[in-house]
């Protein structure tokens, strides 16, 4: 069964810094793309960075682009998204998700997890 759990999640003053990880369990072998999403009130989902399972490879939203780092940890199922100069506007409900070898839609999502960022 897969299942990815978000955690890390909590409030931060403006310039502060979060972790936020996501532990992947089931069909790690198969994995080919992990990534995080964000989604504030009344806005749509929108995908703040990606990494490759294998290679590493990565992109990153352009609105946290020298802020956020997304990394992962094979040996711990793991996937992190480090954010630091966090911002007001970062406030969002963010989950993890993953996808296959062969798939171009994201076929699996955590619960997410709460980021609030005061002013």
């Known amino acids: 069964q897969v299942r990815l759990v978000e955690s890390g999640g909590g409030l931060v003053q403006a310039g502060g810094s979060l972790r936020l990880s996501c532990a992947v369990s089931?069909?790690?072998?198969?994995?080919?793309?992990m990534g995080w999403f964000r989604q504030a009130p009344g806005k749509e989902r929108e995908s703040v960075a990606t990494?490759?399972?294998?290679?590493?490879?990565?992109w990153y939203a352009d609105s946290v682009k020298g802020r956020f780092t997304i990394s992962r940890d094979n040996a711990e199922n793991t996937v992190y998204l480090q954010m630091n100069s966090l911002k007001p506007e970062d406030t969002a409900i963010y989950s993890c998700?993953?996808?296959?070898?062969?798939?171009?839609?994201?076929?699996?999502w955590g619960q997410g997890t709460q980021v609030t960022v005061s002013s």
């Open positions: 089931g069909r790690t072998s198969s994995w080919y793309r």
């Open positions: 990494i490759i399972w294998s290679g590493g490879n990565k």
């Open positions: 998700a993953a996808t296959l070898t062969g798939y171009t839609n994201w076929l699996y």
